[in-house]
């Protein structure tokens, strides 16, 4: 694990997204609250927390269970003069210490993974007041004939992924019903995740140069990011915005 944080520390985002996504999904869910308070799950740094905190007249709890994740994010609302409309949460996704309803929206970029899209529709939804939003950004195949490298490479990696479809009927199933959705741009994939990424994997690759483990997690790492260079038309990351209606 430590390798892995080491890969990962100090990216501006620690899975694909951007500021125009986040302000796209927030725009399009707007009409449907007012003074939301928002609950943003696994938050990591927090680009996108700092995001709405700019554009929405309500507050937010940021929860993610890494401390270190938790000090910048912290740090970055200082200094955008957001300490008063952010708070932090150190807690696990899989069991969130608030109460029922409790929240107006749950949002969530690059993180349901972890609990699984099913699980994290299921589990959150009580947090959720009735009619409000849950919005979350998911790894979705986009075409069904991917080659063989990409999907073997993600059906290892994350051998639940769906498709659009399958997505939105998951969510119906469990009392949601679909706002909007939409793909995030590959510049969503490369600026503030893959690049950096890809250059910090170049620094360690000299690092450690002699730790066989190591250079299995970057080894594993770079041919992540080079499916996507040679595939990204196959799958994405999908924006889902769902209300609960049950």
């Known amino acids: ?40 799950i696994g938050c990591g740094p927090g680009m996108q927390t700092i995001e709405l905190a700019g554009i929405t007249d309500g507050k937010i709890m940021a929860a993610d269970l890494n401390e270190d994740f938790l000090k910048v994010l912290a740090e970055r609302a200082e200094q955008q003069g957001f300490s008063k409309k952010v708070d932090l949460q150190k807690a696990d996704m899989r069991n969130l210490p608030f109460e029922k309803e409790q929240f107006d929206v749950i949002w969530s970029e690059g993180a349901i993974y972890i609990i699984g899209f099913e699980k994290g529709l299921k589990e959150w939804k009580r947090f959720v007041k009735q009619d409000g939003i849950v919005a979350v950004t998911e790894f979705t195949w986009l075409k069904d004939n991917a080659p063989k490298e990409a999907r073997d490479f993600w059906d290892e990696a994350y051998p639940e992924a769906g498709t659009i479809d399958s997505n939105v009927q998951v969510a119906k199933s469990l009392g949601y019903r679909l706002i909007d959705s939409f793909v995030l741009p590959e510049s969503a994939w490369w600026k503030d995740y893959y690049t950096p990424l890809e250059e910090r994997l170049s620094l360690l690759r000299k690092k450690y140069k002699d730790h066989e483990d190591a250079l299995k997690v970057i080894s594993d790492t770079q041919q992540e990011i080079d499916l996507y260079r040679n595939y990204h038309e196959y799958y994405g990351y999908v924006f889902y915005l769902f209300q609960k209606v049950d």
């Not at 890969?7 to 707007?30: F, M, W």
């Open 1 to 40: 694990m430590n390798i892995f944080f080491e890969v990962h520390r100090d990216i501006p985002r620690e899975g694909p997204g951007n500021n125009e996504s986040t302000r796209k999904a927030y725009q399009l869910i707007e009409k449907y609250v007012s003074q939301p308070v928002i609950l943003d």
